[in-house]
Every structure is written in C-alpha cells, then in structure tokens.
C-alpha cells in the first residue's frame, strides 16, 4: 500500500483521500480511526455553538455542576458530563483530578509536588495539578 501526503496552503481545506479497490473492513477501521482520532466537539460560547477539534482544547474542568473546555485563548462550555468526555477522549486524554482532564498533547511539563501528587504545566502556561490517585493514570500514558 503507497502513502502519499501532500502540503497545501492554509487557505485550503484539508482532506484525506483513499484510493482502493475494494472498501474492505480494514478501510472502514482506517476511516473510523481517522474520525476519532481526533473528534470535534459542540462548545457553547454567549449563545453561539463552535465546533472545535480535540486537538486544540487544553483540558476540561467541571465547575458547579457545568462542565467547561479550555482552548488557547477561550473557554467553552459543553453539554456531557466529565465522565462521558472521558471515554470519548481516552486516546488523548486522562483525568488528572475528580474535576479535571488534561489533553496529553498540551502539557508541556511535570513534575513532583507534596504529598504524592503531581503538577502539570500546559503550553499556554497554565498549572494544573495532578490528585495522586490519578498519577498511575498518567505514568501508564506516558509509558514511565
């Protein structure tokens, strides 16, 4: 199987072609792999819905029974409760406290802090801690 991959400009919109001869299982796992690997979610922002990728929400917090995702520079709200975005974002993502999930992809340092836990710092410099029941979790994502 040939793998071509081509660099466009910015104003262009991505997509990805298949050619086969046959659409087989193993094309409709490529398919679904590429549609969750990186699945877009509804934030709610002043009465407005977004649709905004995984891969560019920083982490999720649940707040007074309201569940918010953080990007680079917004905050959105998002209808599922903490534990469901858990399981949808298990690839990319874990629960770093009973109110939190950090996406892997956006830290950018951890380290030690007291009593077992651990602190993360984002790329947009923001910290979060890590509960120390939910270290293990992270080790086991990072392969330490």
């Known amino acids: 199987m040939k793998v071509s991959i081509e660099e466009i400009d910015r104003d262009q919109?991505?997509?990805i072609l298949i050619r086969c001869y046959e659409v087989t299982h193993e094309i409709h796992e490529i398919v679904n792999t590429i549609h969750m690997d990186n699945p877009i979610l509804p934030g709610y922002l002043n009465d407005t819905i977004h649709r905004v990728k995984l891969s560019d929400i920083y982490y999720f917090e649940a707040v007074d029974g309201k569940v918010f995702f953080y990007c680079k520079d917004q905050v959105f709200e998002v209808k599922q409760k903490l534990y469901e975005l858990e399981t949808m974002c298990s690839k990319k993502c874990f629960r770093a406290s009973k109110s939190t999930i950090i996406n892997i992809a956006k830290i950018s340092t951890i380290y030690p802090t007291i009593s077992g836990r651990f602190e993360a710092i984002l790329d947009n410099s923001?910290?979060?801690?890590?509960?120390?029941?939910?270290?293990?979790v992270l080790k086991e994502k990072l392969g330490l």
């Open 126 to 136: 923001e910290r979060l801690v890590i509960s120390r029941q939910y270290v293990p």
């Open 13 to 15: 919109e991505e997509e």
